[in-house]
């Protein structure tokens, strides 16, 4: 893979020129306590403190809600405004975490399956992703037991990887990042060779994958041991919302008066009226059903149908749940019962 030298003082340079150009720049910033990614207008607001970011990534091709298309009626007479694609916006989206690179393909081959989902594809082709190596993780992350690692090149235009002088190699991996570094080819210098792999975090694996893929299906009907793992699971959906392969939505009707609008926003299986039918009935009548839907979608279901695991080791839900619920302790008891 080709590599390059990108200099601090042409890190800062290349922000504020992406900012100044044709694209809005997402990245991570600090807000409040926590780091989240928010569209920024100067290189100071980025910050490089976190080990993930609160929210994942994905609502720059996914977002939290969307108004899919327009509707007035005039007399006896519908009519429709369409989906304005103009209206996307072209985006370099940087400081995103290996895992959440990944992520975008789990999202894609979910959006791509039966039909292909054109917004969610025009977003993502109009984003360009520099993502960051890990140079550190903690207790809740584990991309080593998905197949990932602190400093995957998969799912990124360019990764960048912080060395001890504060410069980043910089490796083009697609395409579309080797467009932008020719777009801005004063930039960056000749790669100086340096080693990558001492400067990313250890992850170590917590689980074997293969176990849980082989096992999984045959816990289905062992009601006992989901409602025991979801005994403290308040069905609050966190975990659903900051997750960068959760694709659940609703599609909602919203009117004032003769006009209104067509809308997509997040959903989550873990949320009790999810799966509620009008008539009151629910087949997912309890929180351990809920739970196990959740992991064998993304651990049964989309391996056997998209060829891909749903899950990129972020951690992030275990971080967000508010009692502590920990998504790698609970596919380890899977092996282990
Ligand atoms: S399920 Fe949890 S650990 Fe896996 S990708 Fe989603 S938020 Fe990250
Ligand atoms: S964040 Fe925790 S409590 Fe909320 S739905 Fe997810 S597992 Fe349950």
């Not at 980025?46 to 809600?65: C, G, L, Q």
């Not at 990124?156 to 912080?162: E, G, M, P, W, Y």
């Not at 064998?296 to 279901?301: A, D, I, V």
């Amino acid at each position: 893979m080709e590599r390059k030298l990108l200099t601090k003082d042409s890190y800062k340079l290349l922000i504020s020129k992406i900012i100044s150009g044709k694209y809005q720049l997402v990245a991570p910033v600090k807000v409040d306590a926590l780091v989240d990614f928010r569209r920024i207008k100067s290189a100071d607001e980025i910050t490089e403190d976190y080990i993930v970011t609160v929210s994942s990534a994905k609502s720059v091709a996914f977002p939290r809600n969307e108004k899919l298309f327009g509707f007035e009626k005039n007399n006896k007479k519908l009519e429709q405004t369409d989906f304005d694609f103009d209206s996307i916006p072209h985006t370099v989206l940087l400081g995103v975490r290996p895992c959440d690179a990944m992520g975008f393909a789990s999202l894609t081959s979910i959006f791509c399956w039966d039909s292909v989902d054109k917004i969610y594809t025009t977003r993502l082709e109009r984003t360009i992703i520099i993502g960051m190596s890990c140079a550190k993780a903690d207790a809740s992350c584990f991309c080593t037991s998905v197949k990932g690692n602190p400093g995957n090149t998969a799912g990124n235009d360019l990764l960048l990887t912080k060395t001890p002088d504060g410069d980043y190699i910089t490796e083009i991996v697609t395409e579309k990042g080797a467009k932008l570094v020719a777009e801005f080819y004063e930039l960056f210098r000749e790669d100086k060779g340096a080693e990558k792999e001492p400067l990313l975090a250890n992850v170590p694996e917590v689980f074997e994958l293969d176990g849980i893929l082989a096992k999984i299906n045959s816990k289905f009907d062992d009601e006992v041991f989901w409602s025991e793992q979801a005994m403290r699971c308040l069905g609050c959906g966190a975990c659903a919302y900051v997750c960068p392969t959760c694709a659940c939505f609703d599609i909602q009707d919203e009117s004032h008066g003769k006009t209104g609008q067509r809308v997509r926003c997040w959903d989550s299986c873990g949320l009790s009226l999810f799966t509620l039918h009008t008539s009151g009935h629910n087949p997912r009548q309890n929180q351990g059903q809920r739970w196990r839907q959740r992991l064998m979608h993304k651990f049964s279901y989309m391996p056997d149908r998209l060829n891909t695991v749903g899950c990129v080791g972020c951690g992030r839900c275990s971080r967000a749940c508010p009692v502590d619920m920990n998504i790698a302790e609970h596919l380890k008891s899977i092996i282990d019962n």
